[in-house]
């Protein structure tokens, strides 16, 4: 299911809307791509193209995960309130390299590049970045930075 209630609400109330004569004041677009999971790039890639080659300029854009708030779980919060997402989950690139000796392999060294290289990437996977509460999203909730 994932957010795709949130694909079903935008329908909805937008056929609603039509139905009862709701003009905008300007043209809403509505893009829903299906692998954000896993790049993104059979579906926002080319959502992006498309709108980049129609030449459209956007007054602003609305990306799921957002929740509308209505209880007070912020302090000071005594109405609903629509959040903007300011920030992501982070991300690392690493390029390691290993520089070895040729050889043969009737008679290979104790360490090859390939092993040495491998047990880095494993000492990578074992020891991932901490996790950190920072930025926009914790000057949200915190009332100290």
């Known amino acids: 299911m994932d957010d795709k209630y949130n694909v079903l609400a935008l329908l909805e109330a937008s056929e609603i809307l039509m139905k009862k004569g709701y003009q905008p004041e300007r043209s809403l677009y509505f893009a829903f791509g299906h ?7 059979r579906g926002a890639r080319h959502i992006g193209e498309l709108l ?8 602003f854009l609305l990306d799921e995960g ?4 209505t209880d007070p779980l912020l302090p000071g919060l005594n109405l609903p309130v629509a959040l903007v997402g300011l920030s992501e989950k982070g991300w690392a690139t690493l390029a390691l390299k290993v520089n070895g000796t040729g050889g ?4 290979p060294p104790d360490h090859t590049a390939i092993g040495i290289l491998s047990q880095a990437i494993v000492a990578v996977e074992r020891n991932p970045l901490p996790p950190k509460f920072d930025g926009p999203a914790r000057l949200m909730v915190c009332a100290t930075p």
């Open 35 to 41: 692998d954000e999971e896993v790049s993104g790039y």
């Open 52 to 59: 980049e080659k129609r030449q459209l300029e956007f007054e």
């Open 66 to 69: 957002t929740p509308l708030l």
């Open 104 to 107: 043969h392999s009737s008679a």
